[in-house]
């Protein structure tokens, strides 16, 4: 899989730059990997926010896999229109986004739809919303186990909050939602030991809700970087996402994962101002930005460094201007895949060295038709 110049085009001149290319084959080894780590397809559960796109998810849904995390109404509709079977909108809808979730679960009977809770307000104003619609909806309790950016405390407030869940007689408590995006450590041991201390807290929780007696919460848990500890779990579903794709960030961080880069910069120098300098026509909007330098990989411009990004320009310094010309194709993977991709309408999609087909984004923006 991992051949020499795998990335590179035949007839690169009818490609645009930027684009961003994606190769099926690699996408296809990640998902088998994906499924070899778990062992069971019934507790895998993607999240699709890294690609937001039909022609992905449904080769997950070739291989069994039949659960689905996304992130906006706009992603859940795509998974609706790709037939789906369970999709967990894995953020609280609040504001307008309680009334479009409650447009969805109505638009698209055959799927399963839940989300997400953390407070008595949002459950109250879901509860009000089933009744008034004369529909369940199926809930999980978000909790924080650390991270601190959503879900409550596994402490007592969340047993309670999951008590009200289980009595409320228009929503359906599902379960403990688990996101512990905060483990990072490059070292796998040492991550593991992390994930697991973290996860305590949530198994307490789960004991404490059954010690109610109040069915047993099944739980969704972890993202990539967790995703080997939680799916040895055998009652937990995992979450990936960003291992579809891959990326220059999770690949060095992570060497011990055996996922493969499948999503590949396409750019062009688009000017040498001095000695020294080349700049590529690939800036603010074309990669995710977020990230310090580097910001990409290059895959056949070694020794470069990237000094600085603007909206439509990326700078880098490279001490051998005897070969780079103006209008040259570089290949670059990027280090952030799940914001690069919705800079792009269309992945161009790429077998055998050739352009064979383009992928739509279409869940790039966070309204659909819902």
Known sequence: M?????????????????SLLVYPDRIQHNIELMISMIGDVTRLRPHVKTYKNADIINMQMARGITKFKCATIA????????????????????????????????????????????????????GELAKSNDIKISLWVDINNGM??????????????????????????????VYDGHLRNSNPATRENECNSAFDAVLALQKT??????????????GSPTFPFHSKRLNVEASPGTTLLWDSGYGSQFPEMKFL????????????????????????????PEMPFPRIEFLDLKHSKQISQSEEHLVVEYDDLTIPEVGDVHYAIPKH???????????????NNAVIDHWKVSARTQKSTI
Not at 105 to 120: E, G
Not at 209 to 222: R, T, Y
Request: one cysteine or more; glycine letters at 4%.
């Open 209 to 222: 809700i059954i010690n109610q007696n109040i069915p047993s919460p099944k739980i969704v848990a972890g």
């Open 75 to 126: 992603e859940a509709e795509l998974l609706g229109d790709c037939n789906a079977p369970d999709v967990l909108l894995a953020m609280q809808p609040i504001g307008p986004n309680a009334k479009r979730f409650v447009e969805l679960i109505k638009k698209y009977p055959n799927s399963k739809f839940s989300t997400l809770v953390d407070n008595t307000q949002t459950l109250s104003i879901l």
């Open 148 to 177: 601190n950016r959503t879900g409550i405390i596994p402490d007592h407030d969340a047993a309670e909050l999951y008590s009200q869940l289980h009595q409320n007689l228009n929503l359906i408590a599902e379960g403990l939602h």
């Open 337 to 351: 895949i799940c914001p690069t991709v919705v800079k792009y309408d269309t992945l161009t999609v790429i077998k």
């Open 261 to 288: 880069p499948a999503a590949v910069l396409f750019t062009r120098i688009l000017s040498k101002p001095k000695t020294g300098i080349l700049c590529f026509d690939l800036g603010h909007k074309s990669i995710a």
């Open 2 to 18: 991992q051949k020499e110049n795998w990335y590179s085009l035949n007839q690169p001149e009818e490609v645009i730059s930027p």
